[in-house]
């Protein structure tokens, strides 16, 4: 869990861990260089619950490299991911990991989730993703959502997240690029918070982001990078017409 000046949010986040059905877990906190109290906040949770283990950054460094401390501090055989805003459903990992343990052929387990306000009311009641994925089919959307997503450590090989914007989207193409397999659950099993700041909020930006993804990390042809760009900035307005 990467946090930074995340006091607003995180007590909830990290109970939404603790009260996990599956017990035998790590909780890392990688603060970020925070200015406000959530270090001191973490800090007395990690007093009460010695599953907690704290990361500290001298100063702000990025979500990228606040998971790559993460990857490279986690112990265990599974590594999940939540930010410091968003909640885990009570049996997420109970369910996530008796399914890898079913298949050991998956390397990547995701889910649906929901999507809730500020306040924790409740915007989209189920966000559906697809059972299977794959770097193709990826190229043209990230449906891998961070929040719901576990994956066996042993099969990362190294791979670490780079600060690109859409972090998470570079990070899932370049596993399913290797390729690992992936598939969901169709279960809600997290809520994502849309909070106004968030850094995916400004479309134009969050394009410019995807273009440097296609153009100079995964080095696509011009023109199926402006086929790829356009294809999301065509979804996103179809989204947007749903939600209205």
Not at 103 to 113: A, H, L, R, T, W
Not at 167 to 188: G, H, M, N, R
Not at 231 to 244: D, E, G, H, P, T
Request: hydrophobic share 40%; proline share 2%; charged share 25%.
């Amino acid at each position: 869990m990467p946090v930074f000046n995340s006091s607003q949010y995180i007590e909830e986040a990290v109970n939404s861990v603790l009260t996990q059905s599956y017990e035998k877990l790590e909780l890392l906190i990688i603060d970020d260089g925070s200015t406000d109290n959530t270090l001191s906040m973490a800090k007395k949770m990690n007093k009460l619950d010695s599953r907690i283990r704290i990361v500290e950054s001298c100063a702000n460094e990025g979500v990228a490299q606040a998971r790559n401390k993460g990857l490279r501090e986690a112990k265990g055989e599974y590594i999940a991911f939540l930010d410091s805003d968003d909640l885990w459903s009570q049996d997420k990992l109970k369910a996530q990991i008796a399914f890898l343990k079913k298949d050991s052929k998956v390397d990547i387990c995701f889910s649906e989730y929901s999507r809730i306000k500020s306040d924790g009311q409740i915007i989209t009641e189920r966000v559906t993703v697809p059972l299977e994925g794959n770097y193709q089919s990826l190229l043209k959307h990230n449906y891998i959502p961070m929040l719901t997503s576990i994956v066996r450590k042993a099969a990362l090989g190294g791979a670490e997240f780079h600060s690109v914007g859409h972090e998470d989207y570079l990070f899932w193409l370049t596993l399913l690029k290797k390729p690992l397999t992936a598939k969901s659950i169709p279960q809600v099993l997290a809520s994502y918070r849309v909070t106004p700041g968030s850094l995916s909020a400004n479309k134009l930006r969050s394009f410019q982001w995807l273009w440097r993804i296609f153009r100079y990390k995964e080095k696509l042809s011009l023109f199926t990078c402006v086929y790829l760009v356009f294809n999301v900035a065509i979804r996103s307005r179809l989204k947007l017409f749903r939600r209205n």
